[in-house]
């Protein structure tokens, strides 16, 4: 064997963006690298960029104008003298292709070689690697052949029991997969899974599999040099999922023992070996617990998401080790990883944009405040500050959490006090979620599989009660209350709850949700001794969207003081409209101390929403202001009521049903995409079809999209 020349390292062009860009630069600041980073129109504040030693601007914000323009990266990177280039995860960091022509400019790859990306990376190459090289690895049933035409994927998959799964054969993350339980889908979700996959890979090749209901996702990291060696660092347990997607990781698993542990890290050992493998890589696997019989998912030959729980149970550092191997490093002369000793639980979850009390649906925003918890053994990897948008073009996630503990009940009790003490505010999360997550029996167990989210919807979706909501809101209409009083220019002398008619009490409106509605009752008593205290009392109660009638005789049973404010700013006109005020609240309530973070988004005069972190439930809660001169405008099915608009910017993929279609209830009539995820918009009620949008067209929020009209009858 030809021993690898060392190739010191200089400078790194990091070919990614947002989290994983800042964890890269933060290792290379460290070891004295300098680094590149590249942007796209809407990243150009973003955190990661200002990180850098210099930055270059590469396109729009559309990434396969900009991050998945490989010609465009390898130029800044001759530009700029980079001599490395690590591409993150996603985009390119699994396109073999783009790694050839990176070492074809003399610039190092941190990653494997194209040959082992070509080889393992796709999912078809990989089972026929497996098949002829390594075939004592257990492999999933199903079809992987070169005919990618739709008939032939519909009639392999019909061979095969139901349900199965569609796969992008180049690439992760849950993207391009579908799973199909009715035949009479297969032809719709084939299409879907096909758009998806090249819009985020820049392939459309799928590959079907037998779909396992019933089963732990495992995955085994290992790590290759130039001489043939190849270590694991343990496993991960990735079977808290949705939409395909990991939610929660953990390490080690709690359905892993140590003959299987030893059985499953020997087969990904072997994979790497057979490969000759070089840096950071991921053998996945699905684990039947019962009978302990594991079976190859993929190689991912990249740094997972998920690397920062190894790190915490082995001491490393992942991305120092890949500039390590890229540099021609030895890892058996080294020794870095050899008789390595795994030091307690890691669990992360991933806070992301999204609506988990409508199918996880992406959302967008700003983030008007985001503060972690400091808390001994908690890690906060992520790529967002106070003022980052959340856009439409990248995945949607805000942060990781990472715990590390001396066993798992304490990381789960750590976890959940990071996620109730950190602060997201400006837009919908899944902290709530991931909290229930926590404080599940079940989960606390242990005994789970993939389906956890479905088997324990009930308990991960309760329904909303009064008494969940009343501090929230209290704390929302006080924080208002606040506001309005120290912006009093006029008549600052009188009272507050003055009012021509005494007994009809102050009373707001809000939306909590698409249907929800809460109303706020509170009367101001008189603070006779002047000090900093105002003392309320207060009811809340649900209603139905109607204007509440007299309250002489409500009942007011929060007695509530309004003990301190800190707040940051008031309402001001700025250069992107009406700007809220922010800050901490700290109100008693029938006895009861406790402290709220409240942020007020200002849409419009008569149009704010208020997010509420109420830190002894852990999460916040939204409220949308009703205008109380508005008039009634909810409910229903009738499209002049609640009319087809984008809840968020959105992409325009396919128009499904042109105008004058005439559809029935639940008939597709838009495919539209935000932050990668395809989402079809479907009739609420027979009718004729009146477009307002086309293809490939770029939407903002609150666009109307078509409309549904009754057709005449003749």
């Known amino acids: 064997m030809v021993a690898a020349t060392p190739t010191p390292i200089y400078k790194v062009l990091i070919a990614n963006r947002g989290e994983i860009a800042c964890r890269v630069i933060r290792t290379c600041q460290r070891l004295g690298i300098a680094t590149v980073a590249v942007y796209s129109d809407s990243d150009e504040n973003a955190p990661f960029v200002k990180l850098a030693d210099e930055a270059y ?3 729009p914000s559309i990434a396969a104008e900009s991050y998945l323009v490989g010609a465009k990266l390898i130029d800044v990177a001759k530009r700029a ?3 490395a280039l690590h591409p993150g995860y996603g985009f390119l960091s699994e396109n073999a292709d783009f790694a050839q022509q990176v070492l074809d400019a003399g610039i190092n790859f941190i990653g494997p070689t194209p040959d082992s990306i070509r080889a393992i990376g796709d999912k078809i190459a990989a089972k026929v690697f497996i098949q002829n090289h390594a075939n004592t690895i257990p492999l999933i049933p199903g079809y992987n052949g070169d005919d990618q035409s739709v008939d032939r994927l519909v009639q392999e998959a019909k061979r095969m029991d139901f349900p199965v799964l569609l796969k992008a054969s180049a690439g992760g993350g849950g993207k391009g997969m579908r799973a199909v339980y009715d035949p009479s889908q297969l032809n719709s979700e084939i299409e879907a899974a096909k758009g998806e996959a ?5 392939s459309d090749r799928l590959l079907i599999e037998k779909y396992f209901e019933s089963i732990r996702h495992v995955e085994i990291q290992i790590f290759g040099d130039k001489y043939g060696n190849v270590y694991h660092i343990n496993e991960r347990d990735c079977s808290i999922q949705r939409r395909h997607q990991k939610v929660v990781e953990e390490t080690p698993s709690p359905a892993v023992d140590s003959a299987l542990r030893e059985a499953m890290t020997s087969a990904a050992v072997e994979l790497g070996r057979k490969l000759r493998y070089e840096g950071a890589g991921t053998a996945e696997f699905i684990l039947d617990e019962k009978t302990k019989k594991f079976y190859f998912l993929e190689l991912n030959t990249r740094l997972q998401v998920e690397h920062p729980i190894t790190e ?3 001491g490393l550092d992942l991305v120092e080790l890949q500039l390590l191997v890229a540099q021609g490093i030895n890892l058996d002369d080294a020794g870095l990883l050899k008789n390595l000793q795994f030091q307690g639980h890691a669990m992360e979850v991933r806070l992301c944009a999204e609506d988990p009390d409508h199918d996880f649906a992406p959302r967008t925003g700003t983030i008007y405040k985001w503060k972690p918890a400091e808390l001994p053994g ?13 856009s439409i073009y990248y995945d949607s996630m805000i942060a990781k959490v990472i715990v590390h503990a001396p066993t798992r009940a304490q990381a789960v009790r750590l976890m959940s006090q990071a996620l109730s003490r950190s602060v997201i505010l400006g837009l919908t999360t899944n902290q709530k979620f991931l909290l229930r997550i926590m404080q599940n029996a079940r989960f606390q167990s242990g005994t789970f599989d993939t389906n956890f989210i479905q088997q324990e919807k009930a308990a991960l979706f309760p329904e909303v009660t009064v008494d969940a909501i009343q501090p929230s809101a209290v704390a929302a209409t006080l924080f208002d209350w606040s506001i309005r009083r120290a912006q009093r220019v006029h008549l600052r002398n009188v009272g507050s709850n ?13 939306r909590l949700g698409d249907e929800q509605h809460v109303c706020v009752t509170y009367l101001h008593q008189d603070n006779e001794q002047r000090n900093a205290k105002d003392n309320f009392q207060c009811a809340v109660q649900f209603t139905n969207g109607e204007k509440p009638g007299e309250n002489r005789d409500l009942e007011l049973p929060l007695n509530t003081t309004l003990v301190a404010t800190d707040l940051v700013g008031k309402e001001l006109t700025g250069p992107r409209g009406i700007q809220g005020a922010h800050g901490l609240l700290r109100l008693t309530i029938n006895g009861s101390q406790r402290v709220f973070y409240v942020a007020q988004i200002v849409h419009d005069v008569d149009n704010k929403n208020f997010f509420v972190h109420d830190f002894v439930q852990g999460y916040p809660t939204e409220y949308a202001k009703v205008d109380r001169l508005a008039s009634k ?3 229903g099915d009738d499209d002049r009521v609640t009319p087809y608009t984008s809840s968020m910017p959105c992409r325009i993929l396919k128009v499904l049903a042109p105008s004058g279609t005439v559809v029935k209830k639940n008939d597709p009539l838009l495919s539209i995409e935000s932050m990668k995820t395809e989402v079809k918009v479907l009739s609420r009620h027979e009718g004729i079809v009146k477009m307002h949008v086309q293809e490939e067209q770029l939407i903002d929020a609150r666009v109307l999209l078509c409309q549904v009209d009754p057709a005449e009858k003749s």
């Open 498 to 510: 003055w009012r021509n008619v005494p007994w009809r009490r102050p009373q707001v409106r809000y």
């Open 312 to 314: 915490c149970i082995s």
């Open 633 to 635: 405008q909810e409910g």
């Open 198 to 202: 090249l819009r985020s890979f820049g």
């Open 57 to 59: 601007h590469i396109g």
């Open 81 to 83: 003298g980079a001599d």
């Open 378 to 390: 908690a890690r906060y990897d992520t790529g967002v500050q106070d003022g980052s948008e959340i």
